[in-house]
């Protein structure tokens, strides 16, 4: 499966090529549904296709699924480290840090010459520490700093988030009710905006999500993944930010006797926020490129 690998001339070539390469592997699949080697390349097809296409959660569950159906068919598919990293690299996006660590893990055990499972692995939990460390530390921003930037919050902050103009994902405006952090329920919240100040931001080699530990007004400190964003793209420590119903997520992660939890806000899109009282322009967005391995294919 190469299609997807073919130098494009344009981006809408590159589109066309990943759509071609996922109707290839379909055929491949139909054509022999107990070959655990085609779906396996399905799964890297659609993975090719999440990644470039605007990340799709049902893209996603295809290529898991996919992946998983490898394993189902052909029992030598749980031994092949590539589906384990790329898989490991798709939860690592979505959040579920610890189906990431098992499979950056599981690869490192399947190819130990092989170095990126490895480094993949330790970059990860390299950066869950360093998270939980900052936040229980509020970034270690200093008391009397911290009162202040905090006690300046006020209502203009909000932006269009305050005063009836956020244009919901029904196209409408609707009014938000602003909230505390400790007020958010797991999920979506609709018709909620929070707003605090930047205390801490983190990045990691790929650049993707960028992380930053917002406070609120009553000083509970969550963590933020922005995630489509340009590399130039990031907030300051005591950057004012806003945001309109923050989808939440309560990590709880466990790897071989380490364990890390806490509570994190993500943003698919930097257009989201509201930054010192200022919406982001279009030009801040940009489509995420992660790196996964497609050799044994």
Known sequence: ???????????????????????QAKLAVQMDVRDGRSWY??????LSLFFNTGQNPSI???????????????PTASCNPDLHLNR??????????????????????????????????QQLLDFLERLTSLLENKGKVKVKKLQSMLGSLCPSHLGPCGDGRYQGSSGHKVALEHRL?????????????VLGRVVFSLTTDEKVPFTFGLVDSKGHCFAVTVYNMIQSWGVLIGDSVAIPEP??????????????SFPGIRVEIPLLLVVNGKTQGPGTQAAARVAYRVQSE
């Open 1 to 23: 499966m190469v299609l997807r690998q073919l130098r494009a001339e344009s981006t809408e070539q590159h589109a066309q090529n990943i759509m071609d390469s996922v109707r």
């Open 41 to 46: 390349i399905l799964g890297n097809a659609y």
């Open 60 to 74: 996603s569950q295809q290529a898991l699924s996919a992946y998983a159906q490898a394993e189902k068919v052909d």
């Open 88 to 121: 490991a690299t798709l939860h690592k996006y979505e959040e579920n840090y610890t189906e990431a660590l098992e499979g950056f893990s599981r690869a490192t055990t399947l190819d130990p010459a092989w170095p990126e499972p490895q480094k993949r692995l």
């Open 181 to 193: 952090l400790s007020a958010l329920q797991p999920g979506v919240n609709t018709g909620a905006v």
């Open 247 to 260: 989808h939440l997520w309560h990590h709880h992660v466990q790897h071989e006797g380490k364990s890390f």
